[in-house]
């Protein structure tokens, strides 16, 4: 990697993680802004990414609409501005996606469909769940920051471990420069991360991180995987441009959004028995 990009990648994840560390640490109500605008463009970007397409004629306005709308809905619950009951629209504001196809000509609208549908569950349930989290959080250290900080442990170490001893391939055909030896390398120092946050950071919570980590390891190799099956498929590189040497938002948060749901259950789960 030249020194250039080097340096540009580095300025920008920096950027970055003080601008999502920062949020969440100041209040959920700045977050809750924060993470509000990274979930409009990572879901422009996934509409994004169909235009061109031969085969797919996704109606991205009218998916960002009801995208946002679902959005905001959660979002004025979770705030307790909105009324429980409010939650009764989703389902046919879900609906209105797929009675849309009706009115158009396209020939392949059972395609079109999911792909409107899966762009919501993808993209605006994940960024939902984080700010839900951090207006439950009860630890010294927020759970969302911990969270954060398992997955970019996972995603840096497994990086540098895949570096420098790296020989084994984990899915070629999906992303070469993936290896064995980098994935275990990243899930032994989220583990043991894990265990330093419930250790020393919030004491007394070694096993709900322990078990987080445990969770977050595959969840974000998964994530990360998924996402390079994406843009795989369609030929393209990074899903967007906004990050300077990182790609877009969707390429940023790609590990975040397959980790964040199973996360998010498994915080609940805790809790509740507990």
Request: include cysteine.
């Amino acid at each position: 990697m030249k020194v250039n990009n080097l340096l540009q990648r580095s300025i920008t994840g920096l950027v970055f993680a003080s601008l999502v560390i920062g949020s969440i640490l100041w209040n959920p109500y700045l977050q809750t802004v924060v993470f509000s605008v990274f979930m409009v463009l990572g879901l422009m970007e996934y509409y994004r990414l169909f235009k061109g397409q031969k085969d797919i004629q996704v109606s991205s306005e009218i998916g960002i609409f009801i995208g946002l709308f679902i959005f905001t809905l959660l979002v004025g619950i979770s705030l307790k501005i909105l009324p429980v009951i409010s939650i009764t629209f989703i389902v046919p504001l879900l609906f209105t996606l797929i009675l849309v196809e009706l009115w158009k000509k396209h020939e392949h609208p059972i395609s079109n469909i999911a792909l409107m549908v899966f762009g919501i569950l993808y993209v605006v349930i994940p960024f939902y769940l984080t700010i839900d989290l951090n207006l439950r959080n009860t630890f010294y250290l927020p759970t969302v920051v911990g969270m954060f900080l398992l997955i970019w442990a996972n995603d840096t170490f497994a990086y540098v471990c895949g570096r420098l001893f790296g020989k084994h391939k984990l899915f070629e055909r999906i992303s070469p420069n993936k290896t064995w030896e980098g994935t275990i390398g990243g899930i032994i120092f989220t583990l043991l991360l894990g265990f330093i946050i419930g250790k020393y950071i919030n004491e007394g919570n070694t096993f709900f991180w322990v078990i987080s980590a445990v969770i977050i390891a595959p969840g974000s190799i998964f994530g990360d995987l998924l996402e390079s099956l994406f843009k795989r498929s369609l030929n393209i590189k990074d899903t967007g441009t906004i990050l300077p040497g990182h790609g877009g938002i969707l390429d940023r948060f790609d590990a975040a959004l397959f980790s964040i749901p199973f996360f998010y259950c498994w915080n609940m789960v805790y809790y509740y028995w507990n």
